[in-house]
């Protein structure tokens, strides 16, 4: 815990964290000071207090707002002293800790009441402003050319608080003195220069330090203009030389609080994490097949799930069986598990409408964007503060009842049926989806290259060849020729189907399977450019003829597999700390020595731990599986993928990895580039240099410009650090020839084959090309053709926030409504949607524009969409 006397703890807590300041709880002592907050104000305009409830206009009569005291779990050291939640269109309600000090709740029952209030008037003028709070430390990147911010809701709220204290300025308390500073301290009136610069590139130059203060101070004099006053009391106490001790013991404190709870956090989510573990166990136990009706279900358990759950308005219950709202996922976001790896924007930019701490308290720095940790953090506290309940599941298909039928079929208040991966299902009368982008988007086989090749379903075995002239079979795992019909999921994989009985290519196959096994079984030698089947042994020349492997270099046979003691399949992987080997298709494991088969169940856990981690690194893997800690540097990678998703991989391998190659479409050339910033790459100046350049120099621009689409950006600019920093830029070999095939050789290794023929090895591969809401588990899979949905829309009636079914019980949030494949289910609305989408992103702050996945775009216009959602 951190030491500072008390003055300066109270004073370094403030709003944010000061919800545990007092040793015990007191509900009575919190309800009077509730209402001594209540009757001594300040009140938002217009507002009037009614049997203990504050009444704001709201255009129409009024909006009621209940102001009572809550017990905050005591898992953690902080709290935030009062937190604001929405009941529904015309109600809320401010929650104030019990065990907060009387100043403070006043402060901060002041603070959410104009919070509230501001939000209720935009709606009454029938706007939302989309801006997230500015008043915080840090770096500034909503700053016009003026100099002055928005402000948020939250933002007006801090001010609101902010005058209290300085009212009472300058002859008062020292207690509110060092409050006062504190307060200032936490909006980011007082920000020192950093220790380093900040990064700055052409049309995207933050504030930081004394500049962004001075921004934050300016925009709160030109829009509040009746607190300007005690605004400037503030800043002036804070600039006197005796408060200058008082201000360093203050940020001191506001360090080391920052410090605990970054310490502790991991804790509180480790045991939501277990909590839901035993949740799951509980109700498959008591419910083997089907679970009963849920009145409220997210599918998704990551960041655009948790503040769906945040600002949902109450939702009755069921019973004492199940939650009345229940979130359903096996895992819990990529973004919140990349590790120590920096997010796109910073952290003003990630605001978790609802949430108790935002990503800004768990920063180190909170100057640089935030790191994946910070904003984990952030989302798994929330989680855990609210008591999210997750069932880890799987969710593999929601069908919405039809109204042909039969009440027999379906329970009586069951709207939509889930099923999960493990065959159970559940029923919820209302629905949201919350999943993301899909799952990552897997490189085809090109359709002019399919001839003489074979593509197996490493699942069920089931395979499709492609004769010369095009012709397609559809064979069984035994390699016989099949009529039937194949599994959806290997339908899917290998593009074919049989209809009527004869076989039909529907696409092209994949080149890999979801896991990140090669889907053709051949191995090739890279030394001989022989190859061989290892399940049916035969044997390929260069050419691609079967031969007979007897006459082959015995050192050859060996290496395909066939050795004097019998066949032995060359893509086992020895491990080197045992005396066992693995397959990184099946996961079988073998005695290296002799071969023989050992059943897994017999390994030493550690050994099998090992083993697994061998079976992952000789599988691809795809953008957001890997974090730093992954790369080996004796690692050879080739990373596909010339966008954000590559520039991060790229990024997060070169410290360790021994050579890196990235690989990119061929792009073609534009009439103009972004100027980069100084030590990274120019594509501006390039672009200039291929009018006059040599043509083998102008296919080496045009090559490196392939790469400068949505990754070339301030974040992956950053010196020594992002791709398109020249000390990573330079080393990294670049390709726009990219894999026409994936297998795996002799060596150990993934062996690719270019448009060319030409044949390139490598110890790891990422693909990262994107995702896709159509493939299985992608929202727009879950929801199946059928589905129609329409565009919900904000207070204006323009903003599109989501998506949803005519009904409004099914709804589509957060970057799964703004895929193309989910899109496609508006039909005739769907190009009009997608412009407006993209011209709502072309608004956002530097860091953020044109980026309308991002949780920068979908956070509040989840949070909005809640404060009117009426099941």
């Not at 109600?91 to 901060?108: E, F, G, H, K």
């Not at 935030?370 to 503060?385: K, L, Q």
């Not at 880890?392 to 009842?401: L, P």
């Not at 090559?703 to 990573?728: K, Q």
Request: glycine share 10%; charged share 20%; proline share 8%.
């Amino acid at each position: 815990m951190c030491a500072a006397p008390g003055p300066i703890a109270h004073a370094s807590a403030g709003l944010d964290f000061g919800g545990r300041e007092l040793g015990t709880a007191g509900v009575g002592r919190t309800a009077d000071a509730i209402k001594a907050a209540l009757t001594d104000g300040p009140l938002p305009a217009g507002a009037r207090v009614v049997g203990g409830q504050v009444l704001l206009p709201d255009g129409q009569g009024s909006f009621t707002v209940s102001v009572e005291p809550r017990r905050m779990p005591s898992t953690l050291p902080y709290a935030p002293v009062a937190t604001a939640h929405f009941l529904g269109p015309d109600a809320a309600v401010v929650r104030v800790s019990d065990r907060a000090t009387a100043d403070l709740i006043r402060q901060a029952v002041a603070a959410r009441l104009t919070e509230v209030a501001v939000i209720v008037a935009d709606r009454s003028d029938k706007q939302r402003p989309d801006v997230t709070s500015g008043l915080n430390e840090g770096v500034l990147t909503t700053a016009d050319t003026a100099g002055r911010i928005p402000l948020s809701p939250r933002d007006i709220g801090r001010v609101t608080a902010l005058k209290i204290l300085g009212d009472q300025l300058p002859t008062t308390s020292a207690r509110v003195k060092n409050a006062a500073l504190g307060s200032a301290i936490a909006m980011g009136l007082l920000d020192e220069e950093p220790a380093r610069p900040v990064h700055r590139m052409e049309g995207n130059a933050p504030l930081v330090g004394p500049a962004a203060a001075a921004a934050r101070a300016a925009s709160v004099r030109a829009t509040l203009p009746d607190s300007a006053i005690g605004l400037d009391k503030v800043l002036d106490l804070a600039r006197k030389a005796g408060s200058q001790a008082t201000l360093k013991n203050i940020r001191a404190e506001r360090d080391c609080e920052r410090r605990v709870l970054r310490e502790q956090a991991d804790g509180l989510i480790t045991g939501r994490t277990t909590a839901d573990a035993e949740l799951t166990k509980s109700l498959n136990a008591r419910y083997p097949q089907q679970l009963p009706v849920i009145p409220h279900v997210i599918v998704g358990s990551g960041w655009a799930a948790t503040v769906d759950y945040l600002t949902l308005p109450p939702v009755a219950g069921a019973g004492a069986d199940v939650p009345p709202v229940l979130t359903v996922a096996a895992g819990y976001g990529v973004v919140n598990d990349l590790g120590d790896f920096r997010l796109t924007q910073p952290a003003m930019d990630n605001e978790l409408p609802g949430a108790p701490f935002q990503p800004v308290d768990f920063a180190e720095d909170r100057n640089d964007f935030v790191m994946s940790t910070a904003f984990g953090r952030a989302v798994g506290v929330a989680r855990a503060f609210a008591g999210m309940p997750t069932y880890q599941a799987n969710v593999s298909g929601i069908e919405a009842r039809a109204d042909t039928k039969a009440a027999a079929e379906w329970p009586a208040d069951a709207r939509y049926r889930l099923t999960t991966s493990d065959k159970r299902t559940l029923y919820a009368r209302s629905l949201d989806l919350a999943t993301g982008l899909g799952p990552p988007r897997i490189q085809q086989a090109a359709g002019d290259q399919l001839a003489g090749r074979t593509f197996v379903d490493p699942d069920t075995g089931y395979q499709v060849t492609f004769g010369p002239a095009g012709d397609v079979r559809i064979l069984d795992p035994q390699g016989e020729p099949y009529t039937g019909q194949l599994p959806a999921s290997a339908s899917w994989l290998l593009g074919a189907q049989n209809v009527d009985g004869e076989p039909r290519k529907l696409s092209e196959p994949f080149l890999l399977d979801p896991q990140g096994r090669p889907t053709e079984r051949r191995v090739i030698d890279p030394e001989s450019r022989y190859s061989v089947d290892p399940d049916t042994r035969v044997t390929y020349a260069p050419d691609g003829t079967p031969i007979d492997p007897v006459g082959l270099d015995p050192a050859l046979r060996a290496r395909l597999g066939f050795r004097a003691e019998g066949y032995r399949d060359p893509r086992f992987v020895a491990d080197p700390d045992s005396p066992y080997s693995v397959h990184p298709m099946t996961g079988a494991v073998a005695l290296t020595e002799s071969g023989e088969p050992v059943d897994r169940t017999t390994v030493p856990p550690q050994t099998l731990v090992r083993l697994d981690g061998l079976v992952r690194a000789h599988r691809v893997q795809y953008g957001g599986q890997n974090t730093s800690a992954s790369y080996r540097p004796d690692d050879d990678l080739l990373v596909v993928g010339g966008g954000a998703g590559g520039a991060s991989e790229v990024e997060q391998a070169h410290p360790v990895t021994r050579q890196v190659t990235w690989g990119a479409r061929p792009g073609r050339l534009a009439a103009d580039y972004p100027r980069g910033p100084e030590g990274a790459l120019d594509p501006k100046g390039l672009r200039a240099e291929w009018d006059s350049a040599a043509p083998a120099r102008k296919a080496e621009i045009q090559r490196d410009l392939s790469f400068v689409s949505g990754g070339f950006n301030r974040r992956n600019t950053l010196p020594s650090i992002g791709a398109f920093s020249l000390p990573i830029w330079k080393p990294t070999l670049r390709t726009t020839d990219l894999p026409v095939t994936v297998r795996y050789t002799t060596t150990g290794r993934f062996g690719t084959t270019d448009l060319q023929g030409r044949l390139s090895t490598f110890s790891r591969i990422v693909y990262t090309i994107g995702q896709e809401t159509d493939y299985p588990g992608g929202a727009a899979a879950l929801l199946g053709p059928g589905t129609r949905l329409i565009a919900m829309l904000g207070p204006d009636g323009v903003e599109v926030n989501g998506l949803g079914d005519a009904q409004r019980t099914l709804r589509v949030l957060g970057a799964a409504g703004v895929t193309p494949g989910v899109l496609r289910l508006t039909g005739a609305d769907q190009a009009v949607l997608t412009d407006k989408i993209k011209q709502q992103a072309d608004v956002l702050p530097p860091d953020a524009r044109s980026i309308h996945p991002s949780i920068r775009y979908h956070a509040g216009r989840i949070a909005e969409m809640n404060r009117t959602f009426q099941r």
